[in-house]
């Protein structure tokens, strides 16, 4: 079983930043593919950003050049470095993770965190 929690959001003003992190236990070792998801009110959720064991990176157009994905294997920490913060940004953010098979956003992802919200006031 893996265990994944969410913390650093907060309210910030556009064209802030903020580092999200998502600390995982547990059997987090094989973890090939960790992403971050993010879900507003009365939107879907919507996949922003894809680590691959640690090497590639994939990210959602509405993210690209703004926010960057990367990991800590020995802190088994995942981190979501977002900059240039926009109002739209707004949302609850989670991450997500997988041991096998398709590393994409519309993959099924087996463990989930609570979720972190993140607030951007113009």
């Known amino acids: 079983q893996v265990q994944l929690v969410e913390s650093g959001g907060g309210s910030v003003q556009a064209g802030g930043s903020l580092r999200l992190s998502c600390a995982a236990s547990?059997?987090?070792?094989?973890?090939?593919?960790m992403a971050w998801f993010r879900q507003a009110p009365g939107k879907e959720r919507e996949g922003i950003a894809i680590?691959?064991?640690?090497?590639?990176?994939i990210y959602a157009d509405s993210v690209k050049g703004r926010f960057t994905i990367s990991q800590d294997n020995v802190k088994n920490t995942l981190y979501l470095q977002m900059n240039s913060l926009k109002p739209e940004d707004t949302a609850m953010y989670y991450c997500?993770?997988?041991?096998?098979?398709?590393?994409?956003?519309?993959?099924?992802?087996?463990?989930w965190g609570q979720g972190t919200q993140v607030t951007v006031s113009s």
């Open positions: 997500a993770a997988k041991h096998f098979g398709i590393c994409y956003f519309d993959a099924a992802f087996a463990y």
């Open positions: 680590g691959f064991r640690g090497e590639s990176t």
């Open positions: 547990g059997d987090s070792d094989s973890m090939d593919c």
